[in-house]
Nanobody, 125 residues
Framework: VQLQASGGGLVQAGGSLRLSCATSGFTFRSVGMGWFRQAPGKEREFVGAISWDSVHTIYADSVKGRFTISRDDAKNTVYLQMNNLKPEDTAIYYC???????????????????WGQGTQVTVSS
């Protein structure tokens, strides 16, 4: 199983970035996917997740209305579109493959089996 996050970078506040997470080694179309982030000196926190069929998406309150998760099953890739970025969004962003089908479990790290290596997002003020 491999998850490769990319698309991070340096952006000014108010700007946008789209993160990608390319996957292999499992049946992507049958698996929910999530994004987490970890800022310096802080614990890793939930950002958002999408169900295997794209019917359900959930977000942390801090990003709701600014971030959007989507998936392309033909490319085995999940995306995180981040708009109106704020300095407090600065973190390493991780994608993860979910363990089951209960979407609310995706808010917790225990809801995931496999993790990518992370991509750095830095938002300047």
């Amino acid at each position: 199983v491999q998850l490769q996050a990319s698309g991070g970078g340096l952006v000014q506040a108010g700007g946008s970035l789209r993160l990608s997470c390319a996957t292999s080694g499992f049946t992507f179309r049958s698996v929910g996917m999530g994004w987490f982030r970890q800022a310096p000196g802080k614990e890793r926190e939930f950002v958002g997740a999408i169900s295997w069929d794209s019917v359900h998406t959930i977000y942390a309150d801090s990003v709701k209305g600014r971030f959007t998760i989507s998936r392309d099953d033909a490319k085995n890739t999940v995306y995180l579109q981040m708009n109106n970025l704020k300095p407090e969004d600065t973190a390493i962003y991780y994608c993860a493959a979910a363990r089951g089908y209960y979407v609310d479990s995706y808010r917790h790290e225990s809801g995931y089996d496999d993790w990518g290596q992370g991509t750095q997002v830095t938002v300047s003020s």
